[in-house]
Each structure stands twice: as C-alpha cells, then as structure tokens.
C-alpha cells in the first residue's frame, strides 16, 4: 500500500472503479460502462479530489511477479493499481453534489442527483458538526475481491481515527456491511432508492473511537518502505524500516506482511531507468496518447480541449511510456495547439 502520487494514479483509479462498480444498479444507471463521458466525468472529478489536502487517498498495487507470471529480477517492473480508498479528514466540509448538468448525460443524471443528494444528507443528519474520519470510497478491482486488499486501507483510517479518539461515517451496500462490521462499524439507519437496474439498499454506518488499541502519535503497525521519486514519474527505493524494531530492513522479506509506501522527496529529471524518455520528452517535446495532441513541453498535457463540466480545458494526462516524442523541438513559448 502506498499513498496516491497524485494525478499520475487518476487513469488507474478509473479502471479501478469502473471494475468495481460498473455491474451495480448505480453504476450501470449514473455512469453506464460504455460511456465515455462517464469515464470523463470520474478523470476530471479524481484529478480535483487527489490534490485536496482535506483527502487521504490510499493506493493498492501490484507488479507481474504477484500475479504468478515469470520473475524476471527486474526490480523496475510496472506495478498494476488494483484498489483505492479515499478517506476524508476531520473538519472537511461535507460537499454538496452538483446539479444535474454536470454528470454525465447518457447516464440518469436525475437519479444521481436524488441518491448522492440523500448520502449527503444522511452524512449530515447521523454525524451534525461532530468532526470525523469519513471513508467516501473504497474500491478493489474484480479479480482481485476478496483477497484482503481493501484490508490495509481500511486499517489505515480506523488507526487514525483511534489515534485522533474520533469516530468514522462511511455508507456501505449489503455487499459490504459485512466488511464493515468487522472493523467496528455499525448501522445506524439505512434508505432504499428505485432505479431502472433494480432496488438499492444504502446503510449508513459509523464506528466509535477505539481507546484501548489508540497508539501514540507519530507510530505505525506498518513496516515503511521510503523512496525517492524522479519528474517523471519513476521511482528509486530508499530502504525499507521494521515496524516492531525500527531497524533498517534489506528486503521486504523481512516485514510484517503489511508495507507503508512513502515518498522521501524528489530528485528532479534523471532517473536510474536506462529507458526512461522524459528528458527528451521535456527537450523536443512530446504527443499526448490520451487526446492526440502537442506538442506539450511540461510533465502534464497543455493542450486544449472541449470543455465536458466545471472549468476544465485539458485532458489531465500525464506523460506516460505510451506518448510519442515529437520530431522537432518547440520553438518559443506558449502552447502549439495542433491536433
């Protein structure tokens, strides 16, 4: 587990939720699978939510090795993000959903703006002005439900939560009351919805500071592993910290089974990856692969795009192995919009 870098994570953080929920009454009603202004709608909505700083967004990955593929040594191998949480931090606003316009029009933008409405509502009518840790989403890709990976994720907000001797509010499906219950939740009241895919059932459940496993500030029950992390998006481990001893570890081996992925600082442009084309990217500029434009001179895509809701001009990606170089370098400053 690590925390989100940011917009680098939003595109697998989509696939991650379209996975997750796109079988489910909401899904399949508020943002069909196909639609791509659904897609849209939850690139844009993460890219604005990630860099909150009133939001903890927690990352599960994996890289070929734990899928039972061959183990080549390469240590550089690409992780795969197979589930992510967003906990909201005590004395966040509880936000408003937007109107109608603003979710996606090939969905039931009526029914998302009924069933959010009531979430919200209910959010301030069981917790009022209390502060709080709020879980607003949790999602692990199909293949991988049920093999304990939204574990962590959940471990890591009770935690603070007993740190902070504050309750948490989340809204969980039958599916996954279960879960909850298990780390302490409880229901306190429930509302069902009518959609075109069937009945919804929601409960609304919150679970009470634990005092007696509250831990001193500033420990974990997580071993640590820090590393520095380049412009570009790759990363160099530092090392690797016991959680029990405090000691310095060689190796993962040698943790609790459960690792807290930090990043120590940046380390500007050049990176150890001897395939890695950011820096030529940067200096001739580079073809976004997600809209097809540039040339860009900047980590993120500069191009122009049609508006979909809010402000948003861009298409938030960022350069990634799959965008081309451009041939010739940019001349002046300014963006090129060519398409």
Known sequence: MRHSTGVADVPSMCAVYFSAFSDTAIGQSVFPPTSEAARQFWAHSLTDEVVDPNAAFLVMTTTPSNQGGNNTGDQEQKEEVIGFAKWVRPG????????????????????????????????KRVMGDRPHWYLELIGVRKEWMGKGVASAMMRWGVERADEDGLPCFLEATPEGRGMYEKYGFRVLDQQEFDTEHGKVLEYFMIRDAQTGSKRKKGTTTMCKCEFYRYDCGHETKAGYTNCQTGQAMADSSESCGTIDFAPVRR??????????????????????????????????????????????????HMFCETCSLCEKKTEGKGKNRAS
Do not use: Y
Request: hydrophobic share 30%.
């Open 92 to 123: 966040a606003p509880i936000e408003t959903p937007p109107p109608a316009e603003a979710w996606p029009q090939d969905g039931n933008p009526t029914l998302a703006v009924e069933f959010f409405g009531a979430l919200t509502e209910a959010h």
């Open 267 to 316: 380390r500007g442009w050049r990176c150890d990856n001897e395939d890695c084309k950011f820096v030529e990217a940067m200096r001739v500029g580079w073809t976004c692969c997600k809209c097809n434009k540039g040339p860009n001179t900047k980590a993120k895509c500069e191009q122009d795009t049609a508006s979909f809701f809010r402000d948003w001009k861009d298409c938030g």
